[in-house]
C-alpha cells in the first residue's frame, strides 16, 4: 500500500494483532476497512496477514478500491459465482500459514460464519471484540479537521434551516429543508436520520419526523449531523416559534446549566462516569432526569466508544470526540434535549459547533 498515512495504521494494528495471538485478521466493517486502507466502498473483506492488507471487492467496487487505495492488494470476485470470496480467503491464509484468524464477533453474519469455517477448516477461528474500534478512540490531527468542519458544514445548515422554521410547518418539512441546507452547504450526506420531536413527541428521545404539524409555542427536538470525507457530527438543540410556556422555559434553563457541567468537566484524565454522574446530579436538585446515557464518542460511525454512562469505566485522553446531550423527557407533554459534540483535549474541551445554547425561539 502506497499511503503512508494508512500504511502506519496498519503497521499499528498489525501489533495489536500480534498481542491477541492471531495470524489475521478479517473485517467486513465498512468503517473499520476505511480507517485501515481509505476504502469508501461496502460490502466487501479486508484480510490482514503477513502485515499486509488484502481487499476482496466484487466488480462494482475494483475500480473504487484502486482510486481510494492506491497500491493496496485487490482481489476481485465474481459476486454470480456463490461464494467465491471465501476461495480467496482461503487461498491468501493458507499462503502465509495462518493458524489463528481474528474475525469481528460482532460485526460478521453468522451464515458468512459458517462459510468461512467451512473453507478454512486448518484454521482456528477466534472471537475478537473492538480490536480496530480501540485503535479509532484517538482522533488524529487529520480526523480532527474532518470532524471539525462536518460541525461547521451542520452549523451553516441548521442556521440556514431556522429562517424558514415556523409553525405550521410538519416534522417532516424541517427535516427536508435541514437535509436540503446541508447539500446546499456541501456537506456529503446526513451522519443519521434526522431526529425531529415536536410538542408530545418530544419526549420520544429518538422521534423521527411525521406529518404532525408544529404549534406556535411548543418545543421541537432536533438531533442532527452531517458527513464529510467519513466523519460525522452529531447536535442537538430545541427550538419554538413564539414564546413557550414557563414550565418550559425554566425547565430549560435547568437542563442548559446541567449541560455546561457536563461540558466543563471534560478533560483529559477525567473519568466518563463521573461525568454522566455529576450531570444527572445537578438534574435531580430540580427533580430532573433522563433514561439514556449521557454521551458516546463520534468518529466514522455515529455511535462510537467510548460512551458517558453510569457503566463506563473509560478514562477521557486527547483526541477523544465526545457528545455531551442530556434531555428531560415528559411523557405525552413535552421533551427537550441540548447536546454538544467536543474534542477532549489536555486541559478541557473544543466544540466543533458554534451554535448558541438557548432555546431557539423564532417569532
Given at each position: 500500500?502506497?499511503?503512508?498515512?494508512?500504511?502506519?495504521?496498519?503497521?499499528?494494528?498489525?501489533e495489536?494483532?500480534?498481542k491477541?495471538?492471531?495470524?489475521?485478521?478479517?473485517?467486513?466493517?465498512?468503517?473499520?476497512?476505511?480507517?485501515?486502507?481509505?476504502?469508501?466502498?461496502?460490502e466487501?473483506?479486508?484480510?490482514?496477514?503477513?502485515?499486509?492488507?488484502?481487499?476482496?471487492?466484487?466488480?462494482?467496487?475494483?475500480?473504487?478500491?484502486?482510486?481510494?487505495?492506491?497500491g493496496?492488494?485487490?482481489?476481485?470476485?465474481?459476486?454470480?459465482?456463490?461464494?467465491?470470496?471465501?476461495?480467496?480467503?482461503?487461498?491468501?491464509?493458507?499462503?502465509?500459514?495462518?493458524h489463528?484468524?481474528?474475525?469481528?464477533?460482532?460485526?460478521?453474519?453468522?451464515?458468512?460464519?459458517?462459510?468461512?469455517?467451512?473453507?478454512?477448516?486448518?484454521?482456528?477461528?477466534?472471537?475478537?471484540?473492538?480490536?480496530?474500534?480501540?485503535?479509532?478512540?484517538?482522533?488524529?490531527?487529520?480526523?480532527?479537521?474532518?470532524?471539525?468542519?462536518?460541525?461547521?458544514?451542520?452549523?451553516?445548515a441548521?442556521?440556514?434551516?431556522?429562517t424558514?422554521?415556523?409553525?405550521?410547518?410538519?416534522?417532516?418539512d424541517?427535516?427536508?429543508?435541514?437535509?436540503?441546507q446541508?447539500?446546499?452547504?456541501?456537506?456529503?450526506?446526513?451522519a443519521?436520520?434526522?431526529?425531529?420531536?415536536?410538542?408530545?413527541?418530544?419526549?420520544?428521545?429518538h422521534?423521527?419526523?411525521?406529518?404532525?404539524?408544529?404549534?406556535?409555542?411548543?418545543?421541537?427536538?432536533?438531533?442532527?449531523?452531517?458527513q464529510?470525507?467519513?466523519?460525522?457530527?452529531?447536535?442537538?438543540?430545541t427550538?419554538?416559534?413564539?414564546?413557550p410556556?414557563?414550565?418550559?422555559?425554566?425547565?430549560?434553563?435547568?437542563?442548559?446549566?446541567?449541560?455546561?457541567?457536563?461540558?466543563?468537566?471534560?478533560?483529559?484524565?477525567?473519568?466518563?462516569?463521573?461525568?454522566?454522574?455529576?450531570?444527572?446530579?445537578?438534574?435531580?436538585?430540580?427533580?430532573?432526569?433522563?433514561?439514556?446515557?449521557?454521551?458516546?464518542?463520534?468518529?466514522?460511525?455515529?455511535?462510537?466508544?467510548p460512551?458517558?454512562?453510569p457503566?463506563?469505566?473509560?478514562?477521557?485522553v486527547?483526541?477523544?470526540?465526545?457528545?455531551?446531550?442530556?434531555?428531560?423527557y415528559?411523557?405525552?407533554?413535552?421533551?427537550?434535549?441540548?447536546?454538544?459534540?467536543?474534542?477532549?483535549?489536555?486541559?478541557?474541551?473544543?466544540?466543533?459547533?458554534?451554535?448558541?445554547?438557548?432555546?431557539?425561539?423564532?417569532?
Amino acid at each position: 500500500m502506497k499511503n503512508q498515512y494508512y500504511q502506519k495504521r496498519v503497521v499499528q494494528f498489525a501489533e495489536i494483532m500480534d498481542k491477541a495471538n492471531i495470524d489475521a485478521f478479517l473485517t467486513m466493517a465498512p468503517s473499520n476497512q476505511r480507517y485501515l486502507t481509505g476504502f469508501t466502498g461496502d460490502e466487501c473483506f479486508l484480510l490482514i496477514v503477513a502485515g499486509e492488507p488484502h481487499l476482496i471487492v466484487d466488480s462494482r467496487f475494483t475500480t473504487q478500491a484502486h482510486e481510494d487505495s492506491p497500491g493496496l492488494d485487490v482481489i476481485e470476485h465474481s459476486s454470480s459465482e456463490g461464494n467465491q470470496w471465501v476461495s480467496a480467503v482461503a487461498s491468501l491464509l493458507a499462503k502465509h500459514h495462518a493458524h489463528w484468524v481474528g474475525f469481528e464477533r460482532e460485526r460478521i453474519p453468522f451464515a458468512q460464519l459458517e462459510t468461512i469455517q467451512a473453507a478454512t477448516a486448518f484454521a482456528t477461528l477466534a472471537p475478537t471484540r473492538n480490536l480496530v474500534e480501540d485503535l479509532r478512540r484517538a482522533k488524529d490531527a487529520t480526523e480532527l479537521e474532518s470532524i471539525q468542519t462536518a460541525g461547521h458544514l451542520a452549523d451553516t445548515a441548521f442556521r440556514a434551516m431556522l429562517t424558514h422554521f415556523k409553525a405550521g410547518m410538519t416534522e417532516n418539512d424541517v427535516d427536508a429543508e435541514l437535509e436540503y441546507q446541508m447539500h446546499k452547504a456541501g456537506a456529503l450526506g446526513t451522519a443519521f436520520p434526522t431526529i425531529v420531536g415536536s410538542g408530545p413527541r418530544g419526549a420520544i428521545s429518538h422521534a423521527m419526523p411525521t406529518s404532525r404539524v408544529i404549534q406556535k409555542g411548543e418545543p421541537v427536538v432536533v438531533d442532527f449531523g452531517v458527513q464529510y470525507q467519513g466523519y460525522l457530527s452529531d447536535c442537538t438543540r430545541t427550538i419554538a416559534d413564539g414564546e413557550p410556556s414557563k414550565e418550559i422555559v425554566d425547565t430549560y434553563a435547568r437542563l442548559r446549566v446541567a449541560q455546561q457541567v457536563g461540558v466543563s468537566m471534560v478533560r483529559a484524565g477525567v473519568s466518563s462516569r463521573a461525568v454522566d454522574t455529576a450531570v444527572r446530579a445537578k438534574l435531580a436538585e430540580d427533580g430532573l432526569g433522563f433514561g439514556h446515557g449521557l454521551g458516546h464518542s463520534v468518529g466514522l460511525e455515529i455511535h462510537e466508544n467510548p460512551r458517558f454512562s453510569p457503566y463506563s469505566d473509560a478514562t477521557l485522553v486527547p483526541g477523544y470526540v465526545m457528545t455531551v446531550e442530556p434531555g428531560v423527557y415528559v411523557a405525552n407533554h413535552f421533551g427537550m434535549r441540548i447536546e454538544d459534540t467536543v474534542i477532549v483535549r489536555e486541559d478541557g474541551c473544543t466544540p466543533i459547533t458554534d451554535l448558541g445554547k438557548d432555546l431557539v425561539i423564532t417569532r
